[in-house]
């Protein structure tokens, strides 16, 4: 059965940095697409970055330059590097492979200004 652990989240003050990690079992991990979400308080979830199995990005234009996500196939863990953090990134972050129902139980990130 599937199963997505995400960790690395905390609090950080604006403009600081943290790696989200999400270690996937139950699935080939290397044949899979994996996103990073998140869900801001009062907000509905929303598409952040993905990666293809064969490595393409995408990126919300709100993170463009400041996220980078990336997967190790060897470990089944994709990351979510966030640097230069903003109030308004402020969210619970979770990853999910885009063509399962699946959600994880997410990481809270929260950027104090």
């Known amino acids: 059965q599937v199963q997505l652990v995400e960790s690395g989240g905390g609090l950080v003050q604006a403009g600081g940095s943290l790696r989200l990690s999400c270690a996937a079992s139950?699935?080939?991990?290397?044949?899979?697409?994996m996103g990073w979400y998140r869900r801001a308080p009062g907000k509905q979830r929303e598409l952040v970055a993905s990666?293809?199995?064969?490595?393409?990005?995408n990126y919300a234009d709100s993170v463009k330059g400041r996220f980078t996500i990336s997967r190790d196939n060897a470990k089944n863990t994709t990351i979510l590097q966030m640097n230069s953090l903003k109030p308004e990134d402020t969210a619970v972050y979770y990853c999910?492979?885009?063509?399962?129902?699946?959600w994880g139980q997410g990481t809270q990130v929260t950027v104090s200004s």
């Open positions: 999910k492979i885009p063509t399962l129902a699946y």
């Open positions: 139950g699935i080939i991990f290397r044949l899979n697409d």
């Open positions: 990666i293809s199995s064969g490595g393409s990005t």
